[in-house]
């Protein structure tokens, strides 16, 4: 059932600085969202294992953040690839053929959707709507907006390259 | 709930007068502001359809099922969630209603097993039901698509299993266990499509923070949560409302039978104890009534060394009978005695003490309660004129300072400790005294703002220095203290609690506790509103036990904390009965409610009621009756319902005396640990096969109800009844509730108290009289029982128990949630898969300085004796302190502690011994002595075995 959760067990995991993290933000009104964030953010993905430690530190039960951390997508439970591709898949884009690139870029990373290349350079996931219909379809390469997406500029914003 | 006796209203009620009027489908109804339309609609008789809504719950409005037309208000607002407002018009039922419910019908159904006729839950399926109420005739999705249909069934829990394919993902079980039991052990795991109930973090029930409490199952509409009892037996047919044998907060629950058999034990919603909730104990440990140790033949034996011989009712209490006059005719009338149960019921407990002090003719009388809480019964009647606590369990939500001390409510007392967690979420403020940090001090929700983690032994030490620090900073309530004190006693007290020796700055030193921290604390709890203070046996069981208890009750009056809703002294008893025990003259100088067997006019009344002349003189008391029997004047012992060879302290003293007794009759379920000691052994009758009360640490005297009949044949209180006969000392009654008319004619505080008003109120707070015909739920309202309240010095008299070179840690004992006293009930069911053996838990620089790790066995010795155990190491514990429980004979914990006990009441100190502890690869010589002596004692002989 622990899913994604498990995979991460081997990975090497930094107690010290999700525990750093929760007293830092703890004092804040509604602190356990801006803590996942900063853990998610910093530390790439939240592990298993740091929910005990922040549900210690909040005084909240454990299945408590676990709901929380389950019911946003945006927090990772498995470190993500060195690139984190996310391609819309909602109303506008679908219109615009974002279904299309989603197979494409499956077919050219190898993976479906969600999942993690092997050599663990790039991370391919959906998303609902990044508020960029205009260009649709949108895509989103390491935080950064790319409208009008398809497979080239995809490839050139992973390489670095402006697209 | 398919013999459940009331009806789910679907919201909880609200507060307050009935001053909202609205019409239900043309029917006018009142109820009070913030009831919601839905149990406006309940009130009117009218039943609106739902799933997610039940009356034990905030409501929550995600089913979409109790959908309403208000008129004047667009769409179809939810009935659960929309308050009840003057003058509007609700319909309940049209054709657009019905289209909708169907509609949503038909998409939980599109996701749902069609197994109904082979579901443990058919006939007690909400689900079910609304599926019929809406008249679902089809689902027009179809069931092939994406679904939850093979979700994997969670069957770790011992008692229900999880079957998440039948889940519609109501969230009751989830908002129960945050709700009811308050240890949000339960989420809702993703979202969308992928909802899911999930324990702790998607793990199995059992390994998740789930306290199996039954919050959940018993909140669950569907087949989801279900008791194994249930799929191994189907439906119950027929539902007996009755009492928890097990712990002091006396839940009411439902027996529910097929025929003579239980199939589940429910927590009855109109239980004034526990409102619907119970604990994994009461829900679900109840199979040792049947287990297949039960003994239901009588037994004797000459020897204890020999094997038991079965033997007819007859020949077993007239050879009991003849051996007790035998005794008395060779050694005097006082050599026998007995001890009655705070487990069995108060009808029981009266019978056996006027069974010794009519038929044996001396108060050779007592009770467990004098190794548990008879300091509460010396100090709150010294103080306040009545030994019992001062208010209700609902007085909780009512306080704004809760200061819990030497108790663990959540192991100790679930069901109370959720309702006092329910509180502490509502804002009131929690201070903890205990050498342990107990789950109160941190746990989801609740925190406590002090947890005063005081050294064992310096209780009395730490509440006059809170009492200091309330006295000498202006923080008294004068004007109580003036209008319900006695003056000259307060002047005394005021003189020695301001003494410099009782600051906290000079208390530090002995109780460890920051001096800074008790100001504090004295601080809070004197100015932050209404403070209650509740404790338990941490407070108790002390050689300054009584002590204790009174410098509490200084604390209180000196702050008002007296008299009304959300204050008062609360003892939380250990034992079903243990106030009840108490109440019925258990003890050897008090007949019942509490008058000394020396005072004339109480005397003559029983004398008079009896027929007998009653020695005017205390008899003995349990530690004097052991040390009677080593001294070879007291050789013969009645002992009904408690296992003194178990818990009782030192062990080896205790089955030295035993050893020495010429006759121990022993009536119990088990052939327990002091049956090993006996001569005659009694078959007993559990709670579910006889008729009775229970009296709980409330004062609330409630019902126990015959749900199947007594597997021996007789109740415990016929049992009695023969023995007296056989004494030469008839009783004649042929129903227990003859015994309580009895004890009513006979007992001030009990004189309005009959089963016909327990069956028509439910439950009665004693002093139930004239003067307060239905009960009285606060005690001490405009002044003490005893007229003025009594402040008394409590000088801090250290215990003579001390540490040293030979043995440097603390030994502090208590109890943990799944298991109950001796274990005689909890260890003959599943509840021993979270707590298999007694572990000592000991703090981690401890465990390192003696090379200890976690799991390794360790031998604990004291000046009394050694036993050996299973180490876990626990930043709980305090350094210098380790802590074990004593459920399991094996563990031998009792064989450490020692003869000690409260100056005034002979309690034992438990919670105070000097020991040692290493690692060891191998049993003590007690343990190995003690299993080999068991096998002899405990052997049945083979004759009559065969017999069967």
């Known amino acids: 059932m622990a899913g994604p959760a498990a995979a991460a067990e081997d990975a090497a995991f930094d107690a010290a600085a999700v525990i750093e993290i929760a007293e830092g933000l703890r004092g804040l009104e509604g602190p356990l969202l801006p803590i996942l964030h900063a853990v998610n953010d910093r530390l790439g993905h939240v592990d298993a294992r740091a929910v005990p430690l922040i549900a210690d530190i909040l005084n909240l039960s454990r299945a408590e953040v676990h709901g929380v951390v389950g019911f946003y997508h945006d927090f990772r439970r498995a470190p993500a690839g060195r690139h984190r591709v996310q391609v819309c898949r909602a109303e506008a884009c679908q219109a615009m053929g974002g279904e299309a690139l989603v197979q494409q870029l499956e077919r050219r990373f190898g993976i479906p959707c969600g999942q993690t290349t092997a050599d663990r350079q790039v991370t391919l996931e959906a998303v609902y709507c990044l508020g960029n219909c205009a260009l649709s379809p949108a895509a989103m390469v390491d935080g950064a907006l790319v409208g009008r997406a398809d497979g080239e500029r995809i490839a050139a914003a992973i390489a670095g390259r402006a697209p | ?948």
Not at chain 2, 220 to 227: F, M, Q
Not at chain 2, 744 to 764: C, H, M, N, Q
């Open chain 2, 1 to 948: 709930m398919s013999v459940a006796t009331l009806e789910d209203a679907g919201t909880p009620a609200r507060a307050g007068a009935a001053t909202v009027t609205l019409e239900i489908d043309g029917q006018p109804v009142s109820v009070p502001a913030g009831t919601s339309v839905m149990r406006a609609a309940a009130l009117a008789g009218v039943k609106v359809p739902k799933l997610c809504a039940t009356d034990s719950l905030e409501p929550f409005g995600s089913c979409r099922l109790c959908l309403v037309e208000i008129d004047g208000r667009r769409g179809t607002p939810a009935s659960c969630t929309t308050p009840a407002e003057p003058g509007m018009r609700v319909t309940t039922q049209s054709d657009r209603l019905a289209r909708l419910r169907r509609g949503v019908m038909e998409l939980y159904i599109s996701d749902h097993p069609l197994d109904c006729l082979t579901c443990a839950a058919n006939g007690d399926c909400e689900l079910q039901d609304m599926a019929g109420a809406v008249g679902l005739r089809e689902v027009r999705y179809g069931y092939d698509g994406a679904n939850h249909l093979e979700a994997a069934k969670d069957e770790s829990n011992p008692y229900f299993t999880f079957d998440a394919s039948k889940c519609i993902v109501c969230s009751r079980c989830v908002r129960a266990c945050e709700e009811v039991q308050g240890t949000f052990a339960l989420t809702i795991g993703e979202r969308g499509f992928a909802s899911h109930v999930s324990a702790g973090m998607d793990e199995a029930f059992l390994d998740s923070e789930c306290v199996s409490c039954g919050a959940c199952v018993q909140a669950c509409p569907t087949a989801t949560l279900t008791e194994k009892s249930v799929i191994e037996m189907g439906q119950p047919a027929r539902s007996v409302v009755t009492t928890c044998a097990y712990c002091g907060v006396g839940c009411s629950f439902e027996a529910e039978l097929q025929g003579s058999r239980v199939v589940r034990m429910t927590p009855h919603k109109d239980g004034r104890a526990n409102h619907g909730h119970s604990c994994v104990k009461g829900r679900f440990a109840w199979g040792y009534a049947t287990h297949a140790d039960r003994v239901t033949r009588p037994m004797i034996r000459a020897a204890i060394t020999d094997p038991w011989r079965e033997v007819s009712w007859e020949e077993a209490i007239g050879h009991a009978a003849s051996e007790f006059r035998r005794i008395q005719a060779k050694y005097g009338r006082g050599a026998v005695g007995g001890i009655t149960s705070s487990r069995c019921t108060n009808e029981e407990t009266f019978l056996v003490q006027k069974l010794i002090r009519a038929a044996f003719g001396n108060n050779n009388v007592d009770t467990c309660a004098r190794v548990c809480h008879s300091p509460t019964g010396y100090g709150l009647k010294t103080a306040f004129g009545t030994s019992a606590g001062t208010q209700d369990f609902d007085s909780v939500m009512e306080a704004d300072v809760v200061f819990v001390i030497g108790a663990n409510p959540t192991d100790g007392h679930p069901v109370f400790a959720s309702r006092l967690k329910r509180r502490l979420r509502e804002g009131a403020k929690l201070i903890v005294a205990d050498p342990r940090r107990i789950d109160l001090v941190h746990t989801p929700h609740v925190a406590a703002e002090h947890h005063l983690q005081l050294r064992p032994g310096t209780n009395v030490a730490l509440i006059n220095a809170l009492a200091h620090v309330v006295a000498t900073e202006g923080l008294m309530d004068e004007a109580f203290i003036a209008e319900r004190c006695d003056p000259a006693d307060f002047a005394v007290w005021l003189d020695f609690i301001r003494r410099p020796e009782n600051a906290p700055e000079a208390t530090e030193a002995m109780t460890g506790v920051p001096a800074a921290e008790v100001r504090a604390a004295a601080r809070l709890y004197a100015t932050g509103g209404r403070a209650a203070i509740y404790y338990g046996l941490g407070v108790t069981e002390h050689s300054q036990g009584s002590t204790m208890v009174m410098g509490m009750a200084n604390l209180a009056m000196a702050t008002g904390n007296l008299g009304r809703p959300g204050v008062g002294i609360n003892p939380l008893r250990g034992q079903n009965n243990v106030q009840g025990a108490c109440d019925m003259g258990s003890f050897p100088h008090e007949l019942s409610g509490y008058r000394h067997i020396s005072e004339e006019a109480p005397r003559a009344l029983f004398e008079a009621a009896w027929g007998v002349r009653l020695d005017a003189e205390p008899g003995l008391r349990i530690p004097n009756m052991l040390d009677a029997a080593l001294d070879g004047s007291f050789l013969g012992l009645y002992v009904q319902g408690e296992d003194i060879a178990q818990s009782d302290p030192n062990t080896r003293h205790v089955t030295a005396a035993l050893a020495a007794m010429e006759c121990v009759v022993v009536q119990d379920l088990f052939l327990n640990e002091t049956a090993a000691y006996a001569h005659v052994f009694l078959p007993g009758a559990s709670f579910l096969e006889k008729d009775g009360t229970f009296t709980n640490a409330e004062r609330r005297i409630s019902r126990v109800r015959r749900a199947i009949p007594p597997l021996a044949g007789k109740a415990d209180w016929e049992v009695t009844v023969e023995l007296a006969a056989a004494l030469g000392y008839p009783m004649a009654y042929r129903h227990p509730s003859e015994i309580m008319d009895e004890i009513a004619r006979l007992t001030p505080t009990f004189a309005g108290v009959s089963y016909e008003r327990l069956d028509r109120l439910g439950s009665i707070q004693w002093p139930c009289n004239d003067a307060a015909p239905e009960g009285t739920p606060i005690m001490h309202v405009g002044g003490f029982a005893r007229g003025r309240g009594q402040f008394v010095v409590t000088e801090f008299v250290p215990t003579d128990e001390r540490t040293g070179p030979r043995f440097p840690l603390l030994l502090t004992t208590g109890r943990i949630l799944s298991q109950y006293n001796v274990g005689a009930q909890t260890r003959r069911t599943a509840n021993s898969v979270w707590h298999g053996e007694d572990v000592l838990e000991i703090h981690p620089h401890d465990a390192e300085h003696r090379g200890i790790r976690d799991g390794d066995r360790v031998a604990l010795a004291s000046r009394s004796g050694e036993t050996a155990l299973t180490a876990r190491i626990s930043e709980r514990m305090q350094p210098g302190v380790v802590y074990t429980t004593f459920h399991h004979p094996e563990s031998g914990a009792n064989v450490v502690t020692t003869d000690y006990s409260d100056w005034a009441t002979n309690c034992p100190e438990y919670k105070v011994t000097a020991v040692e502890v290493r690692a060891t690869n191998r049993w003590s010589q007690w343990q190995e002595e003690n299993e080999r002596f068991r096998e002899v004692a405990h052997r049945v002989g083979a004759g009559l075995e065969a017999a069967e």
